[in-house]
């Protein structure tokens, strides 16, 4: 996770054949919502993690709204 300005980003990407579930520990202070810059969903955290679900061979680019 970065921080540039106040927004926060993430990315991730899969390279495998099948869809991959990541659970990413972020940062103190880091964002609690993030918006997937190519599908438009929203995410939330949990207690500090974010967990995504990235299709095979694809990737997710998260924003801090």
Partial sequence: AREYQGTWAITATNN???ARSV????P???AR???DALTGSM??????QLTLTLPP????VLISP
């Fill in 43 to 48: 995410l939330d955290t949990t207690d500090g």
């Fill in 33 to 35: 919502h993030y918006r």
């Fill in 16 to 18: 495998a054949a099948a």
């Fill in 23 to 26: 659970t990413v520990a972020l």
């Fill in 57 to 60: 061979l694809f990737g997710a």
């Fill in 28 to 30: 103190p202070g880091a």
